[in-house]
Antibody, heavy 123, light 106 residues
C-alpha cells in the first residue's frame, strides 16, 4: 500500500525557517517524481515544487522560488521541503504527492497524496 | 503564466448529471487531470489524461477535453459526490491547478 506521511509542520514566526519531511513507503520511491502542493485555510490547491526521480532536476512556483528548496534522499525514501524567509501567506497545509508513473512525467497526474502537515506563519 | 478557470460552484439534483468545466487557452492540447477533495481530506485523483479513470473510481465519473474547455461529468450524482473538484495541467515545467469547484448535491 502506497503511503506518504508528512511531518515537520508547526508554528513559526515571519522570517523563520522550517523543514518538512515526507516519508514514503509501499512503492519504489526512487522511481517517481514528487510534488509539494499547499492549501491555505479555506482556499484551493496551489502547486509549490516538484523534483524528478533522482533529484537532479527541480522546479518551483514563482511565489516560493529562492526561498524554498525541494530535495530527496532516495536511500531513506524521504522527500523534503526546506522553507526559509517564511511569510504569513505561506500559512497552509502542505501535501507531498506522487507523480503518476509515466513515460512523460511532466504531463502526468498526481496519483497519491499524503494527509498533509499544517504550517502556520505568525508572530 | 497559464491560468485555469473553474466555476465556484455547481449544483445537481440527486441522481442527475453534473458537469464541471475547466477553461484554459487551448487546453485541448494539454493533458487534464481532475481531483476530488472532501472536507478535511487529501485530494483524490478521479480522472487522468482527460478521460481515464484510476482503479476504484466509479464509471459514473468521466472526462472530456477539447478546444478551450475540459469537462468533468458525474452521472447519477450521489450525496457522497459532494466535494470540491480541481482540474490540473502542466504548463512547461510548472503545475497549474484550477481554483476549484464546490459540487452540491441537492
Amino acid at each position: 500500500e502506497v503511503q506518504l506521511v508528512e511531518s515537520g509542520g508547526g508554528l513559526v514566526q515571519p522570517g523563520g525557517s522550517l523543514r518538512l519531511s515526507c516519508a514514503a513507503s509501499g512503492f519504489t520511491f526512487s522511481s517517481y517524481w514528487m510534488h509539494w502542493v499547499r492549501q491555505a485555510p479555506g482556499k484551493g490547491l496551489v502547486w509549490v515544487s516538484r523534483i524528478n526521480s533522482d533529484g537532479s532536476s527541480t522546479s518551483y512556483a514563482d511565489s516560493v522560488k529562492g526561498r524554498f528548496t525541494i530535495s530527496r534522499d532516495n536511500a531513506k525514501n524521504t522527500l523534503y521541503l526546506q522553507m526559509n524567509s517564511l511569510r504569513a501567506e505561506d500559512t497552509a497545509v502542505y501535501y507531498c504527492a506522487r507523480v503518476q508513473n509515466s513515460r512523460f512525467p511532466n504531463t502526468a497526474a498526481t496519483d497519491y497524496w499524503g494527509q498533509g502537515t499544517l504550517v502556520t506563519v505568525s508572530s | 503564466s497559464y491560468e485555469l478557470t473553474q466555476p465556484l460552484s455547481v449544483s445537481v439534483a440527486l441522481g442527475q448529471t453534473a458537469r464541471i468545466t475547466c477553461g484554459g487557452n487551448n487546453i485541448g492540447s494539454k493533458n487534464v487531470h481532475w481531483y476530488q477533495q472532501k472536507p478535511g481530506q487529501a485530494p483524490v485523483l478521479v480522472i487522468y489524461r482527460d478521460s481515464n479513470r484510476p482503479s476504484g473510481i466509479p464509471e459514473r465519473f468521466s472526462g472530456s477535453n477539447s478546444g478551450n474547455t475540459a469537462t468533468l461529468t458525474i452521472s447519477r450524482a450521489q450525496a457522497g459526490d459532494e466535494a470540491d473538484y480541481y482540474c490540473q495541467v502542466w504548463d512547461s515545467i510548472h503545475v497549474v491547478f484550477g481554483g476549484g469547484t464546490k459540487l452540491t448535491v441537492l
